[in-house]
């Protein structure tokens, strides 16, 4: 069973940066994060979850209108891990953010839709002066 651990998430000012990682395990024999299409979505208080970055098996990737431009979303296929880096961080990236993942070889899409069937536990991402 795949699992997945988030990590990262911190207390920051505006204007700073994180890089948030996805650390995966559990891989079915033979695959590893490279097989799987990754995402990374957020979900604020009392709001819905938000799709913000996703990268395919064969490294396409796709971003949010709302953080274009300064997310950058990326994969270690030796570490079985994919990494979102986020800079200029405002109040309202204030949430927590969550990875997820599905099987899906030699894709070039991925989709930012919550439809995914592995996910991890989130880190809160906090950024306040």
């Known amino acids: 069973q795949l699992q997945l651990v988030e990590s990262g998430g911190d207390l920051v000012q505006p204007g700073g940066s994180l890089r948030l990682s996805c650390a995966g395990s559990?891989?079915?024999?033979?695959?590893?994060?490279?097989?799987?299409?990754v995402a990374w979505f957020r979900q604020a208080p009392g709001k819905e979850r938000e799709g913000l970055s996703c990268i395919s098996t064969t490294g396409g990737t796709n971003y949010a209108d709302s953080v274009k431009g300064r997310v950058t979303i990326s994969r270690d296929n030796a570490k079985n891990t994919v990494y979102l880096q986020m800079n200029n961080l405002k109040p309202e990236d204030t949430a927590v953010y969550y990875c997820?993942?599905?099987?899906?070889?030699?894709?070039?899409?991925?989709?930012?839709?919550?439809?995914?069937?592995?996910w991890g536990q989130g880190t809160q991402v906090t950024v306040t002066a």
């Open positions: 997820a993942a599905n099987l899906d070889p030699w894709s070039p899409m991925c989709t930012m839709q919550p439809q995914y069937n592995y």
């Open positions: 559990g891989f079915r024999t033979g695959y590893t994060v490279q097989f799987y299409a």
